[in-house]
T-cell receptor, first 115, second 110 residues
Framework: EAGVAQSPRYKIIEKRQSVAFWCNPISGHATLYWYQQILGQGPKLLIQFQNNGVVDDSQLPKDRFSAERLKGVDSTLKIQPAKLEDSAVYLC?????????????FGPGTRLTVL | GNSVTQMEGPVTLSEEAFLTINCTYTATGYPSLFWYVQYPGEGLQLLLKATKADDKGSNKGFEATYRKETTSFHLEKGSVQVSDSAVYFCALYNFNKFYFGSGTKLNVKP
C-alpha cells in the first residue's frame, strides 16, 4: 500500500513569510498527526485529527500555526508569519483509529528553513 | 507530566557487538511504550512496543522490556549489523498523546 505522502520535501523562506505543507495519509486512516521535529530533538505533537475533527491541538502555536483536514482525508499545515525558531522538520503521520494499540505510519517529512 | 529521556549519542559499535540504548520515562497512570527507528533518508517507523508492565516487545532481533519499577524501556540487540545504523527514538503514549525522546544515533562499523 502507498505510504504517507508529504510535500514539499524542502522549503526555504524568510522570516515573516507564510508557508504551507500538505499531507496525504494512508487510505482509510481516520487519525492524522502533525509533528514538529527540531534538530536534535524528538518529534513534538502539534495537532491530531480524528477524521476531520481536532482531537488535540494543545501544543499548536495558534497565533501563527493553523491546520485543517477537510473531508477527513488530506491535511494542510500553515505557518503565518514564520519565525526563525520554526526551522524544523514537519512530520505527518496517520493510523487507522489512533491510540496505543494502533501503529502510526510516518511520512518522510518537510524540512523547513527560515532565514 | 509525561516525558522520555534517552541516552545521548552517537553510539558507535562494531558489527556483531551487543547493543543497549537506555530509555527512562516519567508518566502518571499506565502508559504504553514504543521504540521507533529512522533509517537514513526515511521516515520514522515502529520497531516494537509494549502496552503494560513486564511486557517484552521484540522485532528484527531487537527487544525491550517494560519495567515499571525502574520506569525504563531499554532497547537491546545481541548482535548488531551495519544495516542497523539509524536513529532510534523511545516514545510513550499516555492520555491520548505520544511523547518522544530526543533520539539516539547508532553507527555500526564493519
Amino acid at each position: 500500500e502507498a505510504g504517507v505522502a508529504q510535500s514539499p520535501r524542502y522549503k526555504i523562506i524568510e522570516k515573516r513569510q507564510s508557508v504551507a505543507f500538505w499531507c496525504n495519509p494512508i487510505s482509510g486512516h481516520a487519525t492524522l498527526y502533525w509533528y514538529q521535529q527540531i534538530l536534535g530533538q524528538g518529534p513534538k505533537l502539534l495537532i491530531q485529527f480524528q477524521n476531520n475533527g481536532v482531537v488535540d491541538d494543545s501544543q499548536l502555536p495558534k497565533d501563527r500555526f493553523s491546520a485543517e483536514r477537510l473531508k477527513g482525508v488530506d491535511s494542510t499545515l500553515k505557518i503565518q508569519p514564520a519565525k526563525l525558531e520554526d526551522s524544523a522538520v514537519y512530520l505527518c503521520a496517520s493510523s487507522w483509529a489512533g491510540g496505543a494499540k494502533d501503529t502510526q505510519y510516518f511520512g518522510p517529512g518537510t524540512r523547513l528553513t527560515v532565514l | 507530566g509525561n516525558s522520555v529521556t534517552q541516552m545521548e549519542g552517537p553510539v558507535t559499535l562494531s558489527e556483531e557487538a551487543f547493543l543497549t540504548i537506555n530509555c527512562t520515562y516519567t508518566a502518571t497512570g499506565y502508559p504504553s511504550l514504543f521504540w521507533y527507528v529512522q533509517y537514513p533518508g526515511e521516515g520514522l517507523q515502529l520497531l516494537l512496543k509494549a502496552t503494560k508492565a513486564d511486557d517484552k516487545g521484540s522485532n528484527k532481533g531487537f527487544e525491550a522490556t517494560y519495567r515499571k519499577e525502574t520506569t525504563s524501556f531499554h532497547l537491546e540487540k545481541g548482535s548488531v549489523q551495519v544495516s542497523d545504523s539509524a536513529v532510534y527514538f523511545c516514545a510513550l503514549y499516555n492520555f491520548n498523546k505520544f511523547y518522544f525522546g530526543s533520539g539516539t544515533k547508532l553507527n555500526v562499523k564493519p
